[in-house]
């Protein structure tokens, strides 16, 4: 059950972290690496609380 948390905690902290960059990166000039980079670590982030939603999901409905 713990772990679950810790999956929410990050994925909706990969979500924050994209909304704050794409708003940072209209504002002022970040160079395409640093870009590309936080925005795979937060997909990294974000994906796990997917694939936990899913198989959640998939349970209900069983």
Request: glycine share 4%; aromatic share 8%; charged share 15%.
């Amino acid at each position: 059950m713990g772990n679950r948390k810790y999956i929410k905690i990050i994925g909706y902290l990969g979500i924050v972290l994209f909304i704050i960059l794409s708003i940072v990166s209209r504002v002022t000039d970040i160079s395409d690496i640093i870009y590309v980079a936080v925005m795979m670590l937060s997909l990294i982030m974000f994906i796990p609380l997917c694939i936990q939603e899913i198989i959640s999901i998939k349970k209900d409905n069983l």
